[in-house]
């Protein structure tokens, strides 16, 4: 097993769900999309001060950063009630702060030491590309169905107005499809010099540094 990435997203099945509100959760959660719309704005031009920040210091300022977390943490919470994976029924909280009992989670700390800087840090951008081609493709954003997660998570939410269940496969599974392009919008937001995995972390918890590789979704444990 691999060291654990600095960005750690972790969501949980909130059961039970209701079979039918997932329809509307995206109407509910119009406030919510208004504000973040504003804040992604601030998000882009505090990226581009970081940028140059981190051009001649090599640090991205402290208080650029936790604003940044504050804003992914805040999108995750409304993609798991709303447009993701649709995993809890409760309306997430306007707050850029972490907030512990609920059931979707997104925590990064500030990075020690100084990261790239110069024109290392140029070439960043290029080296991601084959990561921004993967995460586009594999959650597309805001849980677009066109996506490989608005594919898994379509699936889910039919099976849950059928049967009345969320099957904890499927969860697990496009958990991990987000986490994968989660990471890949931090790397891309020049928040950590940790290139993101070439690899699918599922589960509702992140992988456990040192221990065993993460069982495949629906896997029975040995």
């Known amino acids: 097993m691999t060291d654990r990435h600095p960005l750690v997203l ?21 406030p919510h999309f208004v504000v973040l719309i504003g804040l992604w704005i601030a998000f882009a031009v505090v990226t581009l001060v ?37 995993s809890t029924d409760r309306y997430p909280p306007f707050t850029l702060a972490d907030v512990p009992d609920y059931p979707a989670r997104l925590r990064m700390e500030y990075p020690e030491g100084p990261g790239r800087r ?24 805001w849980g677009a169905q066109a996506s490989v ?3 898994v998570v379509l699936v889910a939410v039919v099976l849950l107005a059928v049967t009345g269940t969320y099957r904890p496969a499927l969860f697990e599974l496009v958990i991990g499809l987000n986490r994968w392009a989660m990471r890949t919008t931090a790397y891309a937001a020049l928040m950590t010099d940790v290139y993101p995995p070439f690899r699918l972390d599922p ?3 992140e992988p456990v540094p040192g221990g065993p590789a993460p069982m495949p979704p629906g896997a029975a444990p040995a």
């Not at 084959?130 to 594999?138: D, E, F, K, T, W």
């Open 118 to 141: 110069g024109l290392p840090l140029i070439g960043w951008w290029l080296l991601g590309i084959p990561q921004y081609v993967i995460a586009g493709l594999i959650a597309g954003g």
């Open 50 to 86: 970081a940028f140059v920040a981190r051009l001649f210091t090599g640090r991205y300022p402290r208080g650029m950063f936790e604003f940044t977390v504050g804003v992914l943490r805040w999108t995750w919470r409304v993609q798991a009630y709303a447009c993701g994976p649709l």
């Open 149 to 151: 997660a608005g594919i």
């Open 203 to 205: 589960g509702g918890m």
């Open 10 to 30: 972790e969501a949980r099945l909130d059961e039970p769900l209701s079979r039918w509100l997932w329809i509307v959760k995206w109407v509910l959660a119009i």
